[in-house]
């Protein structure tokens, strides 16, 4: 009988262990956003998002992008040929349009 409580208790063990990496994972899993192809995770600071990346960002498509970013309400920075849109300026995007007039 002894011999029996033993092994629950080791059993038991390797559980609690088995749940902490397994909480660990969901954790991570949480913090990992994926947008197309690319991951990122949403601690990184200043953010640059691509024209594709931002369109899915704000559900809309890439041509109102395009079309936010002419009218200057929604900045955006080129590098190289690219346009690029920091997290910063899209969270500032959705505040003018969450901000009562």
Do not use: C, F, W
């Amino acid at each position: 009988m002894a011999e029996i409580h033993i092994q629950l208790l080791a059993l038991r063990k390797e559980l609690v262990a088995m749940t902490a990496v397994v909480d660990r994972m969901i954790d991570d899993a949480r913090r990992v956003q994926t947008v197309g192809s690319t991951e990122r995770r949403h601690e990184e600071p200043h953010q640059i998002n691509t024209i594709v990346e931002t369109a899915t960002r704000l559900r809309v498509s890439r041509t109102t992008v395009y079309e936010l970013i002419r009218s200057g309400d929604l900045k955006s920075i080129r590098i190289g040929g690219r346009r690029m849109i920091t997290d910063s300026q899209i969270n500032k995007y959705i505040e003018q349009l969450t901000t009562p007039s």
